[in-house]
């Protein structure tokens, strides 16, 4: 068992170094484009800032986060108390509230996590912006902690590295399975 746990954590270390996905010409215009492919009614406007803030707000979460390392090292960081932020939950969390603020007609904000169920591997947040009254599995996934502060994205169905799986359901297992070690309150 202990050898199975060592060889996952040195391949995810390893996945965590790989390089990022090649660039190649206007990655906002890019994620503005995929954005408004979203549906015929998403706002145009909207779809270009939400991959705007999606860019920037990443960019400046690298310099507020501190970030110098790959994700898992980082993460390493910030659980001993030497990074302020920048676990794939914070990077979720803040790019959600972020993109929130714009309130958009069109658009909306999910978030998901995956390998929840796996033992053997981390689990892992993510923020999915979608149109307006879709579910996350129609979306795209905004991901900036995978390739340590270059933002990742991808339509859901075409993100095969994670089985995303919605927030909610992930913490509404997780309190289940609380409730069901707890011992029944005997008091007086």
Known sequence: M???LMFAVVLATLAACAPPPPSSGDEV???ANEIQRLGPD???EEANRAARIAYSYTAQ???EYQITDPPLIHNAKVNKGRRPRGLCWHWAED???RLDQEQFRT???HRAIAN???PFRIDHSTAIISRKGESMYEGVVLDPWRYGGLLYWSPLTEDTRYDWVPREVVLQQRRQEQYGTLKPYAGG
Do not use: S, Y
């Open 42 to 44: 998403i706002d145009p």
């Open 107 to 109: 658009l909306e904000m």
């Open 95 to 97: 790019i959600e509230r």
């Open 29 to 31: 215009q890019r994620l």
């Open 61 to 63: 979460l690298v310099q």
């Open 2 to 4: 202990i050898r199975a």
């Open 116 to 118: 929840a169920d796996n």
